[in-house]
């Protein structure tokens, strides 16, 4: 793939990324191995209260061709099949789902040294129809997305965003919800490999007429242990510590409660990832 904007999807992504991802509420448990043929089996359980989940994904990589299967206690089945390069710097994709055979996607994605765009349809009677574009280069892009429903005819999202991203900083405007959410974020990493980081956030939804200003963090304690801090101005707090117990398997521990009702039961997540 050339290396230009990237996609709509990834402005704003880093920011989110340090404020979302490895934040749990629940307890989760993967195994995943790896055989010599190049299939992964990963199995994952999940307890969520007094629930227990879970599915068992494979995924099988050859040349520039990837399928992905999954089937979970539900009797949901899932299916992903990406091919790259069928048109030169491009990547299609194809989605199906069963029972809930109508959310199946086919997906189209094509990027250039300064433009990306993709096109996505439903696999269904009444599909709706998504689109996105963005132009500039890998320091500097803007872009746009947009949702139609074909159906009824009316757009179901558009969303605007425009980045500026250096070796050592990132900084994201999006404009989304309709036009309803206006979200601004910045990131500063602190070392080379982007574990250490600093991050501020602000959201304001004018139909509400109210504002979330959000500042976080990550701090690498040594090779093997990351530790994450969030807190807005409502009073959420939260944390996670994260340690590779053996090369590549990680034990995550987070925890989130509200600072201005301390009586309430603070929410607690753990997670340990196993692999080979």
Known sequence: MSKGPGLFSDIGKKAKDLLTKDYLSDHKFSVSTYSESGVALTTTTVKKGGYSSGDVAAQYIYKNTSADFKVDTE?????????????????????????????????????????????????????????????????????AEAGYETTSGKLTKYTAGITVTKPDACASVILGDKGDTLKVSYIHFMDQLKRTATMGEITRRFSTNQNTFTVGGSYA??????????????????????????????????SEFD???????????VALALKP
């Open 259 to 269: 600072t201005k009702a301390l009586d309430r039961t603070p929410r607690f997540g």
């Open 75 to 143: 009797s949901n089945i899932s299916a992903t099949l990406t091919v790259a390069d069928i048109v030169p710097s491009s990547k299609t994709i194809a989605t199906l789902k069963y029972p809930n055979y109508e959310s199946g996607k086919l997906e189209f994605q094509y990027f250039h040294p300064h433009a990306s765009l993709t096109a996505a349809v439903g696999l269904n009677n009444a599909p709706p129809l998504d689109f996105s574009v963005t132009l500039g280069t890998p320091t500097f892009a803007l872009g």
């Open 221 to 254: 304690v040594d090779s093997l242990t990351l530790v994450k801090v969030k807190l807005n101005n409502h009073g959420t707090l939260g944390a996670v510590l994260q340690h590779e117990v053996i090369k590549k398997s990680l034990v995550t521990i987070s």
